[in-house]
């Protein structure tokens, strides 16, 4: 059994390559080794595009051809539509019930993206729950890793909190006393002492000891059942047996590459070089991109560390082209256009593959429509079965 890997991305305009760099690269590599569920997170856009839904519109489709083009395959990885699956928003409201408003008031990205999105107002109840939505997203699934970068750790860990306080306030069977009575009774009244005790120890000091203790002799005890095992296991840790697993961050680098200008690449700097870039604007945006200040002349001879162009050059050349501009640069012996000449072909390259795959998905949109639909009611199956366990345990099934 392959262990479930869960992201998603807001469909809020063009991929561009530090996306591909950041993200994607990444999502393509783990496809084969587990078991993938990556979605157009497209209620997550609406927090923050509520006034100008047309931009998530365009650009839902659009995303799923990026990933195609990067190279995710549907028959390795399950490709979905977050609005389509409207159990998301059940778990949401389900969890929304107890968790503490602080919780989401403390989350960075809260406060620090109303600074950034200045134009936008963010103070909405939509845009405060955004982390306990990504939480649902996450924890219907029952999601083990959630690879994403150092931006979203914060809302992962919000997940793990809201996973432990339902697991906490929901996570007993029903009549849990007497089941434990029972399961008791299957062991001798010594033993039964010795557990009680070793648990007060495990609680009150937090003592792994006891913990590592009890594991190893509720699991090789050939008496107990798996619900036995489950039951004093969640009876020793007091957090009740874990209906909604804690997943964990897999922290994705920062994509190296920068944005045109050096900062961040982001479509809303205006800096961004698109996945499915056509070759004229790709060529005139490398050519038009700033360099070492101190090149005034062509004469003049530079540093290649203090220009952004050398960072492309660490990404998308080898070491006889990175040394070739080293050299000509510092001795004012090749042109800044020189320089670019092979970053843009390094980029066309990349794209090359790319370009190849997404053409049969734009000439066929219906099959782009289909790998969702697929995805989706495959996705729709997990998401499903979640919420009976939750329901179930919430005791909301009269
Ligand atoms: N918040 C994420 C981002 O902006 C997108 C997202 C929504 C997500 N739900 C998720 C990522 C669940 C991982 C898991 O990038
Ligand atoms: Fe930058 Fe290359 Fe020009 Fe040097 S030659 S300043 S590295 S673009």
């Known amino acids: 059994m392959k262990e479930r890997v869960l992201s998603g991305m807001r469909p809020t305009g063009a991929l561009h ?38 931009v998530i519109e365009k650009n839902v489709y659009e995303m799923v051809i990026d990933w195609l083009a990067a190279g995710l395959d549907p028959d390795q990885c399950t490709l979905f539509l ?21 919780w989401l008031e403390r989350v960075p990205t809260y406060k620090d993206q109303q600074e ?12 405060l729950g955004y982390p306990l939505l990504q939480a649902a ?32 306030l929901y996570g007993r069977e029903v009549n849990f006393e007497d089941k434990l009575a029972l399961t008791f009774a299957k062991l001798l009244p010594e033993e039964v002492k010795r557990f009680e005790k070793s648990r007060k120890k495990f609680q009150e000091t937090g003592d792994l000891k006891s913990l590592d203790g009890a594991t190893g002799f509720v699991n090789n005890d050939p008496r107990l059942e798996v619900s036995d095992r489950e039951r004093l296991l969640g009876y020793f840790k007091g957090t009740g047996s874990s209906i909604l697993p804690e997943p964990q961050v897999l922290l994705t680098q920062a994509s190296k590459l920068p ?6 690449m982001s479509k809303s700097y205006n800096n961004a070089i698109a996945i499915r870039e056509d070759r004229a604007t790709l060529e005139s945006k490398v050519r038009k991109m700033p360099t070492d200040p101190a090149r005034i002349k062509r004469d003049d001879p530079g540093k290649p560390e203090r220009c952004t162009v050398w960072q492309f050059h660490q990404i998308y050349s080898n070491e006889t082209t990175q040394a070739w501009v080293q050299d000509g640069c510092t001795s004012a012996r090749i042109g800044c256009l020189d320089c670019k000449q092979p970053i843009i072909e390094a980029i066309l390259h990349e794209q090359q593959p790319m370009l190849e795959r997404a053409q049969r998905y734009i000439q066929e949109p219906r099959l782009v429509r289909d790998i969702i639909d697929a995805g989706t009611e495959r996705a729709r199956i997990t998401a499903r079965e979640t919420m009976n366990d939750v329901r179930q345990a919430m005791g909301l099934n009269y």
């Not at 993938?36 to 856009?45: K, L, Q, T």
């Not at 977050?82 to 602080?102: C, D, K, V, W, Y």
């Not at 944005?259 to 961040?264: P, R, S, T, V």
């Open 82 to 102: 977050q609005s389509r699956i409207p159990e998301h928003a059940e778990l949401f409201t389900l969890l929304a019930m107890g968790t503490p408003l602080g």
């Open 259 to 264: 944005g045109l200008d050096g900062a961040k």
């Open 137 to 168: 997203d996450i924890l219907i699934y029952k999601a083990k890793y959630v690879p994403v970068g150092e931006d979203q750790a914060s809302h992962v860990e919000l997940t793990r909190e809201a996973a432990r306080r339902f697991n906490h």
């Open 17 to 54: 390559l530090g996306h591909y760099h950041g993200a994607l690269k990444n999502w393509v590599r783990l496809q084969s080794s587990m078991d993938c569920y990556f979605f157009v997170a497209d209620w997550h856009a609406l927090t923050t595009h509520y006034e100008s839904r047309e």
């Open 116 to 127: 950034k999105l200045k134009d936008k107002d963010l103070s909405t109840y939509g845009f």
